[in-house]
């Protein structure tokens, strides 16, 4: 048996999907088994990325990939990052065929999410969902669950590219539910507020915590948590300047979900 984890990587020509074939191709433990995407079907998914022939074609069938996968004595991995509308059917199918699942995607709904962990529950099968593989979010996550034991008031920010699909961030969704299962009263009001512009205070999130969302060509990914109490504001930002910085999180999640029986939300709980 082969030492290295087979992965699939769903969404293989996406700005993060290319990082991951890469990252899958040079780390030892790993190996890339399949590329999905929608276009050069049959192209060497390397050659198309210029990195070299990978020797792997590219595939627009996830569901035939995992009928090959299934064929296999060893645990195979699917890794998503592909799009809001695509991901839920994608992880049902790779637990159906006993792929384990790893997925970046964001834009899934809570009960989209309790329905894959019941699926993967009914299936004993392990799965890992992160809305962000990146150390410094995770350990920003950790300083605001911590600020928030001194401050009652806090906002996010989140800030980027604008080829992105969903607002708010996943990150930011999943911020704010972290600090509201403080159980604590976020934000209470001061004053009576009018919004003359809709939208103009943000959207609403778990704990009263507003969510604000900014887009525009020149950003990657980046959110800053405030905090504001009388005479101070303190502020936590995270600064994303090169895809690069998720791959050690995708790499940890791919050698941690095959020895799983359940689904996992969230980096830190593997860390
Ligand atoms: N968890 C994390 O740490 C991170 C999560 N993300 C999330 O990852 C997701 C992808 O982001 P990003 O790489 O920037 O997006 P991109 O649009 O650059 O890449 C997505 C890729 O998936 C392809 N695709 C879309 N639908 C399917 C499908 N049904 N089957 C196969 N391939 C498909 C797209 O093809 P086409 O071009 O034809 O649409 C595209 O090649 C987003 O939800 C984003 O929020 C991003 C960064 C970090
Ligand atoms: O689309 C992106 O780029 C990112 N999406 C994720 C999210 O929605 O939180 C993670 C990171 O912010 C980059």
Sequence with gaps: MSMQIPVIVVGALGKMGREVVKAVQHAPDTQLYAAVDRHHIGEDVGEVLGVGALEVPLSGSLQEVCVAAAQEKQPVVMVDFTHPQAVYENVRMAIAYGVYPVVGTT???????????????????????????????????????????????????????????????????????????????????????????????????????????????????????????????????????????????????????????????GLEKLL
């Design 107 to 265: 834009g899934l709904s809570h009960d989209q999410i309790a329905d894959l962990a019941e699926f993967a529950d009914k299936a004993e099968m392990g799965a890992v969902i992160a809305p962000n593989f990146s150390i410094g979010m995770v350990l920003l996550q950790e300083a605001a669950i911590r600020a928030s034991q001194y401050f009652d008031h806090v906002e996010i920010i989140e800030l980027h590219h604008n080829q992105k699909a969903d607002a708010p961030s996943g990150t930011a969704v999943q911020t704010a539910q972290r600090l509201a299962e403080l159980g604590k009263p976020f934000n209470p009001a001061q004053v009576e507020e009018t919004e003359h512009l809709a939208g103009a205070r943000g959207a609403h999130a778990s704990g009263n915590i507003r969510i604000h969302s900014v887009r525009l060509p020149g950003l990657i990914a980046h959110q800053e948590v405030i905090f504001g109490s009388a005479g101070q504001v303190y502020t936590l930002r995270h600064d994303t300047s090169d895809r690069q910085c998720y791959m050690p999180g995708v790499l940890l999640a791919i050698r941690k979900v095959i020895h799983l029986k359940r689904l996992i939300y």
